[in-house]
T-cell receptor
Framework: KNQVEQSPQSLIILEGKNCTLQCNYTVSPFSNLRWYKQDTGRGPVSLTIMTFSENTKSNGRYTATLDADTKQSSLHITASQLSDSASYICVVATTSGTYKYIFGTGTRLKVLA | DTEVTQTPKHLVMGMTNKKSLKCEQHMGHRAMYWYKQKAKKPPELMFVYSYEKLSINESVPSRFSPECPNSSLLNLHLHALQPEDSALYLC??????????????FGAGTRLSVL
């Protein structure tokens, strides 16, 4: 069964600190993996997209890694800011049958001053 | 312009009402999507349109009826909804359906409450 699991479910950190969010997937065949940021009551915004051959992708203070062998990805946030408070969703695209996006359950991050 | 515009932002309707959600993009994208999102849950795919034709229907009840009048517009017609249909409805668009280059751009959503 195609699944995307994220951990932790929620996280609270102090402003300025770093954090790492995890994503494990059992999606096959794999096409690409995306990380989205979703502010409360808003639509998700794409942060990074990685294919099978890409190990790391950065977008400002966000750095995503992908290990296609272990089917794991991480999103590292450096020097967190209050505006980083949001849900972070890992999405894996698969070409099984029709092209589909499998959404993870998300990690809710709260950054405190 | 990388914006997907959804209207209305909020909608309250009774179970006997008929209403429509609208979504518009002017990025020249040929794939458009409807998602439903309950609180603290990830978005769930409802429908996908590709080149104005319905490509995917994720076994959505017939009380939800999508329509794609042209390549820039996507509607979701609502009729005889149930209270459990209350959720955030998200529209997204992408250049095409497949591949890394097809970034999905999401609208801000319509917050729907069914009384």
């Amino acid at each position: 069964k195609n699944q995307v699991e994220q951990s932790p479910q929620s996280l609270i950190i102090l402003e300025g600190k770093n954090c790492t969010l995890q994503c494990n997937y059992t999606v096959s065949p794999f096409s690409n993996l995306r990380w989205y940021k979703q502010d409360t009551g808003r639509g998700p915004v794409s942060l990074t997209i990685m294919t099978f051959s890409e190990n790391t992708k950065s977008n400002g203070r966000y750095t995503a890694t992908l290990d296609a062998d272990t089917k794991q990805s991480s999103l590292h946030i450096t020097a967190s800011q209050l505006s980083d408070s949001a849900s972070y969703i890992c999405v894996v695209a698969t070409t099984s049958g029709t092209y589909k996006y499998i959404f993870g359950t998300g990690t809710r991050l709260k950054v405190l001053a | 312009d990388t914006e997907v515009t959804q209207t209305p932002k909020h909608l309250v309707m009774g179970m006997t009402n008929k209403k429509s959600l609208k979504c518009e993009q002017h990025m020249g994208h040929r794939a458009m999507y409807w998602y439903k999102q309950k609180a603290k849950k990830p978005p769930e795919l409802m429908f996908v349109y590709s080149y104005e034709k319905l490509s995917i229907n994720e076994s959505v009840p017939s009380r939800f009826s999508p329509e794609c009048p042209n390549s820039s517009l996507l509607n979701l017609h609502l009729h005889a909804l149930q209270p459990e249909d209350s959720a955030l409805y998200l529209c997204a668009s992408s250049q095409g359906l497949r591949g890394k280059g097809n970034i999905q751009y999401f609208g801000a959503g319509t917050r729907l409450s069914v009384l």
